[in-house]
């Protein structure tokens, strides 16, 4: 089954259960079965490797690295619990996906200074919600991919002002596997495996403002050190 096709059949339940925010819960659900077999239908086999555990009454702010736009959907398999994607306004021009994004995440034009705090309100109300928000602390795919970026400072924003703990996530092979550098696109989307690693909650209890740099300094090391740790 091809993955358009996979996002065709489903989309009239889609279309149906985002009419009520009460229903989103169920709308999560669904992208979940999508999500792996777009996957496995493309011939990719995720693998998450946990090293902690999440607490289910547990708000957090979820911070994948982004090496390819296949993070999206790995990062709907790596974690159980409901969450809200925090993603870039173009998303919401993608035929049939576009409509799910907008309706549901949270969409941001980071060149608007207005709507980049319009959607810094909304995350924190989904948080107060005790609903987990996705971001990408890198915020776009570096042409060096697997390599990082720096980090912006909104998901350490949001972590310390709401209080709420950080989980890192490293997707291993997905700029292997979907890659958006110039360099490698000629190889783009084989199959493979797309091995991610769920780390242990880094708690922000106690921190302010003062620790963002801090926070995004051991975040980002300790990714760096992961895909080291993996050979990436």
């Not at 060149?111 to 109300?125: E, G, K, M, P, V």
């Not at 390599?147 to 997707?171: C, D, M, S, Y």
């Amino acid at each position: 089954m091809h993955a358009s096709l996979v996002v065709i059949i489903f989309y009239p339940a889609y279309f149906i259960l985002l009419q009520r925010k009460e229903w989103f819960p169920r709308v999560f659900s669904l992208y979940k079965i999508c999500a792996r077999l777009f996957l496995y239908n493309a011939g990719i086999f995720p693998k998450v490797f946990r090293k902690g555990h999440l607490n289910k009454n547990q708000a957090y702010v979820i911070c994948p690295n982004h090496c390819s736009y296949l993070d999206i959907v790995t990062t709907y398999v790596a974690i159980d619990d409901y969450f809200h994607f925090m993603g870039k306004a173009e998303l919401k021009n993608i035929p049939l996906f576009g409509h799910f994004f907008k309706e549901m995440n949270i969409p941001v034009d980071r060149t608007s200074i207005r709507d980049s705090h319009r959607a810094y309100l909304r995350a924190c109300d989904d948080i107060d919600n005790g609903i987990n928000v996705a971001i990408f602390p890198e915020a776009t795919i570096p042409e060096t991919a697997p390599r990082l970026k720096p980090f912006k400072n909104g998901a350490f924003k949001l972590a310390i002002e709401k209080q709420v703990p950080i989980v890192p996530i490293v997707n291993l092979d997905n700029w292997k596997i979907m890659p958006d550098s110039i360099l490698l696109r000629m190889n783009a989307g084989h199959p493979g495996r797309a091995r991610m690693v769920v780390h242990e909650p880094i708690e922000t209890k106690g921190m302010t403002e003062a620790d963002i740099e801090p926070l995004k300094k051991r975040l980002h090391f300790l990714i760096e050190n992961t895909l080291n740790e993996y050979g990436v």
